[in-house]
């Protein structure tokens, strides 16, 4: 881990999507942080030493899914695959499908297991929030929260788009795995890697920290909110310091497009590697996403924190 002294920083960006605003000064306490994600090695000897079993690897209760299709009643995850040409961006059933028996241990679905793939020092996916939370705790631990998670990627560099400055890939030098050129069809994989890479492939950050961008997506522990925290009435710009911000409340979390699951939704940060320039610009700092705790993929990692 990586002891962060903490401090105050300009949170959030005005320049891509609208979830980010507005720019807000924000504290945030001393904390270490895992230098990297989870990998398959580290979350295999959490299994080893607990017998823990994923939510991708037991089946849903059909009660907590109303109308669920027997096919679905079965463990599974959601799996990323290309398209075979242009589809819809707004469709993204066109890219993602369940499939059962994808788990932690067989991220692509069965056959696809992590030893013979060679994957033990990749991120860890296939982890729903509960999973990420007991690793946690197991190793004594905590998730990061929003704040936190974004003043670590920011290195220490105050106002800039990346984690690394103002350009993507400053001289052609890749410096996160993202997705190069049309998503979902066409990766030109310029940066090596089609789906994710060992961690600490791309150079650490000004913390000395990696994979904060890119690779995978990385829980928080703070739940979602289309609009974060300001303190002001109009929230339109904060002009004051907010400190150690939480996130926003449970109810606020649900989501408003399926209101009979009742399942909250937490903050992802960083992006992975299927952020593209075309699709999910989200290989930022300030990039937030919203995602079902119940919800597990095959690009959704975490790294956890201990403050103090």
Known sequence: MRRIDGGTFTMGSEV???????????????????????????FARFVDATGYRTVAEVPPDPADYPGLLPDYAQPGSLVFTKTAGPVPLTDYHRWW??????????????????????????????IAYADAEAFANWAGKALPTEAEFEFAARGGLEGKEFAWGDELAPGGQMLANFWQGIFPFANTREDGWERTSPVRSYPANGYGLYDLIGNVWEWTQDWWS???LVPVKDKRQSCCTISNPRGARRKDSLDPAQPELNIGRKVLKGGSHLCALNHCQRFRPAARHPEMVDTATSHI?????VRG
């Open 301 to 305: 990692g975490f790294r956890c924190v």
């Open 226 to 228: 289309d609009q974060p």
């Open 16 to 42: 891509y999507y609208p979830e980010e605003r507005p720019l807000r000064r924000v504290k945030v306490d001393p904390f270490w942080i895992d230098e990297t994600p989870v990998t398959n090695r580290e």
């Open 97 to 126: 499908s369940f499939t059962l028996g994808a788990d932690w241990r067989h991220p692509l679905g069965p056959g696809s297991d992590i030893d013979s793939l060679d994957l033990w020092d990749h991120p860890v996916v296939q």
